[in-house]
Each structure stands twice: as structure tokens, then as C-alpha cells.
């Protein structure tokens, strides 16, 4: 089991949730480059980005606050969420690549910041002789480097306290910008307005998308305040829910306004547009500045607190990593170690120096996180998990629609780069996986749907073949076996799952001669174990403790199908040569036949043969209620791929002197459909009465692998024993009892 995380009581309300979720949906793609992308995919592209952005993103943001109110959110943010959803190896491969686009996240932000300092370079150049300096503040490398350097310091010294009371500076600097923005004078008419046209040689609607889309990220910037939050069962929800929603009328409107405000060409070409229609224009720079370094503050926040989970749950391979990640200062826990390996990977791409390559390899990660925050949603709400009881509670489709979306737009936004994600993915998880053997939450949790997906089908079944029609056209087998002799005489075994292979169902049970006790049960259990362990098979497999053969034969057939479907052939067994279990067969057959099952009896031989080239069928003048059957049986266990070589033939015996007309009888029952078989497999054998039938059958079948006989239930109570007596030259011997005729047109 993953270990707990240090529980440290927090000291922060709702507010912080709010302002850092905010503060980065309104940060610096909405200042930089949000111009661009009305420019380039128009109005309504730019409002379908939105809305396809939030259809991941408000998904996701149920789903977080959904989960967040089920359990204890602890530090680790996303990550905690995963892992203790998914499980450890799962949660920690997912944790890494969100780690690294948290800590990637710094850099395009820093370098963001950068982009801020250029109008006052331009505007330095403009008025004084002071060139040098106006050169250096148009230099976005050198103010990356120099901004990620000093921000480093203050988050290495004063930890997350310093960054959340900034959080309240920046918010109301966004919006006092947003607010000079909203009521600045258009530079074009109303009759230039043209909602539905885009720039010249525009970019790619996925393409833009993909730069955007960090901007719809900061639901990951409040969750990441987990450990440091009083309640964040309550703080999440509320803080990331109405940032998302909020966020969201606001790019509307800010869409809305760049569109009348300005031409395409302007917006897709000009990164600070934006300013050009404030009232004030120096406004919209330092918006962005204190948005963008915000959004650093809160991601450089986040990253190390991610890391230090991860060193918690020691993932990595060697235990001083571990160890080292996880420790924190010892008064309050701040990830010391975490935040100096987060600025070191920020302090390459702030290098790097490419924005919208940044932006690509942020949107991928954060794409393949909230995937998996809204599959682990979406399968919570069919898992039947009694422990899973959250406050919150979203809906199953919203959040299987946020997880089809996440995986849907990783290919449309870059094919390469998502390959390379899931690439990514799966070796981390491979080399977690090496480590730790914790695999049992995230086998568990798929394994409690299909659980409760197999009990709603297998209702629904019931009702429906309650209320349908009985009928015998398209006849299936739903085959229940018992047998005693499970370890010893397979056969019985091997029938049923060739049987349940494609065409049918089957239930196996194994019979325990006895009274239920601590001994039998525990006997029970270790047979069961030994018929299932290893076997990739199509039957399911039960054990059943009977005093007698009869009261066990009583409660088989009174059990439900796996399928749904009431079970309608039961198989019963014996070996050849063991007399007894043969008895118990024989003496209770008129009990099976009452109850309405189709019935078959397998005799097991001692003779092996493996090569399963044959399966044999005969059919008699006096036997035709069974034939059908019997031939649909051949050809079901034929559809098992240990007989993909063998064929059927098909043996009908019929007096010589009428020999002919059954013959003509016979072909029309197969030209009209009602035997299911090829007239090329089908064999005429004349029948002199001085020669017995299991004479004929004991000559032509000895070689058959496979040899299906019919018989009638009253002869049964006539002939008793002598009728599956007498065919000592054959193998394996499958006798049949159809209880009505199964027609198939």
C-alpha cells in the first residue's frame, strides 16, 4: 500500500484555491498570446477553443472536487488524488510527468514575464540616449535567466507563505487590467466587424489550441495547496469550481472584445495587442507581468510539493533519492529539495527561450494528468467501492466525456509529442513497477466495475429471457458440469470449456463427498485454486461440499447461469472403468430428466488420444429427436482451437430395407436446413438386424478422438445400464439427451 504522506494541519482557507486557480486561468496566456488566437482561428475558433478547453478542464475540475471530498487530500496535490485512486505505480508515472510540466510550467511563465519588459525597452529607446538599458529589457533570455534566478532565492527563503500572500496583489492587478482593457475605445467601426472571417496565413486551429491551452490549467494550481490547506475537502471544490467557471465568461468576453476592437491581421501578429485598446495602455505589460510571475510563484509552489510526495511514497530507485526529495524544513515541511531540482529544470527551458515550444510539452502533460483524473472519476462511479462516499458528486458522463477529450486531443494536438507521452508514461510505469508490488488498487478498481457491470447484465438478462418467448431456433448450450474427479479424469472439464469456448457458457463444479467443516473447505478452496490457477479458460469454476451425489446433483441444477441465462445442459461424467461413479450417474438420471435439462454423459478412456482430428456423431432411425443436437455440439466444440484441424463426420443408421427412403429423408432435412450439416460429411450405413448398432459404431469410431451418441430418456428406464454399456473399442464417449427437438431453420 502507498504510505501516508506527513499530515500537517494547514493554515490556508478557500481563497488561496481561488486566487491561485484564478491567477493562472487569467495569467499570461490571456495577456500574450489569447490575441493570437483570435487572430488566427477568428471569433467563433476562438470561442470553440474555450469551450473545448473547458470540456476538459471542468470535467476534470467535478472530478477533482468529487475525489477531493471522498478522501483526506494531503500534500502532493494531483498526484495524492492519482495514487490513491489508481494506485502507487500508476499514480507515481502520472505524478513524475506532472511533476516535470509543473516544473516546466516555471519556465514558460518566467519567460512570459520576460515578454513584459520589452514596451518599456522600446519605450526607454524611444525617449533617452539610454540604449544599453532599453536593449537589455528587450533581451528575453538575459531577463528570463535573471528573473528565474531571483525568484528562486525568495521561494528557497520564504517558502509557499510569501507566494500566497502575493496571489492577492496579482488577482487585483489582473483585474484592474482586464478592466482598462474592457472599457478602451475600439480602433475600428461596427461595419468592419466580422465575427466569422480569420487572419491571412493563419495557423492550425489544433495548433493554437495547443499554445492555449495551459491558460485553462490552474484548477492544478489550487489542488497543489492541498497540504497546506485547513479543510481541502471544502477549499478545493469551492476555490477551483468557481475559478474554472469564472475564468471561462471571461475569455468570452475578452474574445468578444479583441474582435471589435481591432482587424485579425492586428491581433495575430501584435502579442500585446491588448494594450494598444486599454484606456491605459502600460497597464496591460504589467498585468501581465504580475500574472506571469504569479503563475511561476504557483507553479514553483506546486512542483516541489509534488516531488516530495513522490520521495514520501519512495519511488525512485535508490532510497537517498527518496530520502532527500522527502525531506522538508523542519518547522513547517517546505520541499527545500524539491524546489532547488525544480529550478534547476526551469532554468533550462527558461534557456531553451521558446514559448510556444514550452506551451506544447505543458499542454501534453497536463493532458495526459486530467485524462486520468476523470478516468479515475468515471470508473469510481461504476466500482461500487462502499468506501468511496464523496460530498461532492459529479456525474459518470461528464467525466468519461473529459477523459475520451484529454485522449482525443493529444493526437489532434501533436501526434509525435502524444506518442511520445504515453511512450513516456508506460516507462515510468515499467520502471515503478520493477521497484514496488503494489499493484492491487489499481487492478481492484477495474476489477469492481466489470464486477458490477457483469451483476447489471446478468439482471437485465434475466429479465429479458424471463419475458421472451421460449424457444429451440438458435439453440446455445448453457452447460453446467459436476464432477468428483477433477484432478484425475479431465474430460469433463475439457468438454465444458470447449463448449464455452465461442458458442456457449459453462459453469464447472467440483463435487466434495461431505459435510461442510473447516477441513472440506479449506479442501474446497485449494481444488478451486488448482482448476482455475494458470488456466486461461472461458468457464467458471466452483467448488461444491455435498453428504451425497444426489443432494449435490439437487442443488446444481438449481443454480443460476453466469450468463444470465438459466442453464439448460447439464454434463455429468464417469471413467470407463470406474463402476461406481457410473452407478451414481445412471441412478440419478430421472431425476435430471424431470427437471426439463438437456442431459450429456461423458466417459472418460483411459486410451489417450491427442491428436483431435475427428469427432464422430451417429444418428439412428429411432434417435432423430437427438440429432440436431449432437450436430451442433460437434460443430461448437469444433470452434476451440485444439480442433481447428479436425472435422466432423456424421454416421446415420437406418434398416437396409428401408434404407433408401431414409436416405432421401435424410437429404431433404439437410437441403431444407433442418440438419445442420454438409451432405459431404454425411454417411449412409445400412443396418442388417442381425448386426447390433454399437457393433457398427465399435468398428467404424474406434480411431475417433471424440464420439457423440444419442439416447432416449425411457429406454433409459427400460435398459437401465445396458444402454451406455458394450462400446469397449472407443475413446471418449459423449452421450446425448436432447429433452425436445432443437429446429433450426
Given at each position: ?93 502520472i505524478g513524475i510527468a506532472l511533476f516535470l510540466s509543473q516544473a ?545 463426420k456424421v454416421f446415420t443408421v437406418y434398416p437396409e430395407d428401408k ?87
Amino acid at each position: 500500500m502507498p504510505r501516508k504522506l506527513k499530515d500537517n494541519r494547514g493554515q490556508f482557507g478557500t481563497t488561496p484555491v481561488f486566487m491561485a486557480s484564478i491567477s493562472t486561468i487569467l495569467g499570461a496566456i490571456l495577456f500574450l498570446r489569447f490575441g493570437y488566437a483570435v487572430g488566427n482561428v477568428g471569433f467563433f475558433g476562438a470561442i470553440a477553443i474555450i469551450i473545448l478547453g473547458h470540456a476538459v478542464t471542468i470535467p476534470t475540475a467535478l472530478a477533482v472536487a468529487e475525489i477531493a471530498t471522498n478522501r483526506k487530500v494531503e500534500g502532493g496535490g494531483d498526484y495524492y488524488v492519482i495514487s490513491r485512486s489508481f494506485g502507487l505505480n500508476i499514480g507515481a508515472a502520472i505524478g513524475i510527468a506532472l511533476f516535470l510540466s509543473q516544473a516546466i510550467s516555471v519556465s514558460f511563465y518566467i519567460i512570459a514575464f520576460a515578454e513584459s519588459f520589452i514596451p518599456f525597452g522600446q519605450y526607454l529607446n524611444e525617449i533617452s540616449n539610454l540604449g544599453l538599458l532599453g536593449n537589455f529589457m528587450e533581451d528575453r533570455k538575459a531577463i528570463g535567466l535573471i528573473s528565474m534566478s531571483l525568484l528562486s532565492l525568495l521561494i528557497i527563503s520564504k517558502g509557499a507563505d510569501l507566494g500566497v500572500k502575493a496571489l492577492y496583489v496579482v488577482a487585483s492587478v489582473i483585474f484592474v487590467s482586464l478592466l482598462l482593457f474592457f472599457f478602451g475605445e475600439s480602433q475600428i467601426d461596427w461595419e468592419q466587424v466580422n465575427f466569422f472571417s480569420k487572419a491571412e496565413n493563419a495557423d492550425n486551429f489544433f495548433y493554437v489550441f495547443t499554445i492555449i491551452f495551459p491558460a485553462f490549467t490552474g484548477i492544478s494550481a489550487g489542488l497543489g495547496l492541498s497540504g497546506d490547506l485547513k479543510e481541502p475537502r471544502k477549499s478545493i471544490p469551492r476555490g477551483t469550481i468557481v475559478a474554472t467557471i469564472l475564468g471561462a465568461i471571461i475569455y468570452v468576453l475578452v474574445a468578444f472584445k479583441l474582435t471589435i476592437s481591432t482587424d485579425l491581421n492586428n491581433l495575430a501578429n501584435n502579442q500585446l495587442v491588448m494594450s494598444d485598446i486599454a484606456i491605459w495602455g502600460p497597464i496591460i505589460p504589467i498585468g501581465l507581468a504580475c500574472a506571469a510571475i504569479s503563475s511561476a510563484l504557483g507553479s514553483i509552489i506546486v512542483a516541489p510539493r509534488t516531488l516530495q510526495a513522490l520521495g514520501k511514497d519512495r519511488i525512485f530507485p535508490y532510497k537517498k533519492w527518496d530520502f532527500w526529495l522527502a525531506k522538508g524544513k523542519k518547522e513547517n515541511n517546505e520541499p527545500l529539495n524539491g524546489t532547488l531540482v525544480t529550478c534547476v529544470i526551469a532554468f533550462f527551458f527558461v534557456y531553451i527561450g521558446d514559448i510556444n515550444f514550452v506551451a506544447r510539452i505543458i499542454s501534453m502533460f497536463f493532458m495526459v494528468t486530467y485524462g486520468a483524473i476523470c478516468l479515475i472519476s468515471f470508473l469510481e462511479h461504476f466500482s461500487g467501492d462502499p468506501s468511496y462516499r464523496p460530498v461532492f458528486k459529479s456525474r459518470w458522463y461528464i467525466s468519461l466525456l473529459g477523459a475520451v477529450l484529454s485522449l482525443w486531443l493529444m493526437f489532434k494536438m501533436d501526434t509525435l509529442f502524444a506518442f511520445l507521452s504515453i511512450i513516456i508514461m508506460i516507462t515510468f510505469y515499467y520502471f515503478i513497477s520493477k521497484k514496488s508490488s503494489d499493484k492491487r488498487e489499481f487492478v481492484n478498481l477495474f476489477k469492481d466495475v466489470l464486477e458490477q457491470v457483469a451483476r447489471q447484465l446478468q439482471i437485465f438478462l434475466q429479465r429479458k429471457n424471463e419475458s421472451a418467448v421460449s424457444t429451440n431456433v438458435h439453440w446455445r448450450p448453457f452447460v453446467v458440469s459436476i464432477s468428483d474427479a477433477s484432478l484425475t479424469r479431465k474430460s469433463a472439464f475439457d468438454i465444458t470449456r470447449w463448449i464455452a469456448y465461442k458458442y456457449g457458457f459453462g459453469t464447472y463444479i467440483h463435487y466434495i463427498n461431505g459435510y461442510l467443516s473447516k477441513q472440506t473447505f479449506e479442501q474446497s478452496k485449494d481444488i478451486k485454486h488448482q482448476l482455475i490457477e494458470g488456466k486461461r479458460t472461458n468457464v467458471y469454476v466452483d467448488t461444491l461440499i455435498s453428504p451425497s451425489y444426489t443432494s449435490a446433483l439437487a442443488q446444481v441444477v438449481q443454480l443460476s447461469s453466469i450468463s444470465g441465462t438459466e442453464n439448460n445442459l447439464i454434463l455429468l461424467e464417469y471413467g470407463e472403468s470406474d463402476k461406481e461413479s457410473f452407478e451414481d450417474v445412471m441412478s440419478n438420471f430421472n431425476l435430471l430428466h424431470t427437471t426439463g435439462y438437456d442431459v450429456a454423459i461423458m466417459r472418460s478412456n483411459d486410451k489417450k488420444v491427442d491428436k483431435k482430428e475427428e469427432i464422430h456423431i451417429w444418428i439412428s432411425s429411432r434417435d432423430y429427436e437427438n440429432s440436431n443436437m449432437m450436430i451442433l455440439l460437434g460443430y461448437i466444440i469444433l470452434g476451440h482451437p485444439e480442433w481447428k484441424k479436425a472435422q466432423i463426420k456424421v454416421f446415420t443408421v437406418y434398416p437396409e430395407d428401408k434404407f433408401e427412403e431414409y436416405k432421401n429423408q435424410m437429404f431433404d432435412y439437410i437441403e431444407s436446413g433442418r440438419l445442420p450439416i454438409s451432405p459431404r460429411n454425411m454417411k449412409m450405413v445400412p443396418h442388417d438386424e442381425d448386426v447390433s448398432i454399437k457393433e457398427i459404431i465399435n468398428k467404424r469410431s474406434s480411431n475417433s478422438d471424440l464420439t457423440i451418441i444419442g439416447f432416449r430418456g425411457e429406454l433409459v428406464k427400460k435398459q437401465k445400464l445396458d444402454i451406455f454399456e458394450g462400446y469397449d473399442s472407443l475413446g471418449n464417449i459423449l452421450f446425448v439427451n436432447s429433452i425436445n427437438k432443437k429446429d433450426i431453420e
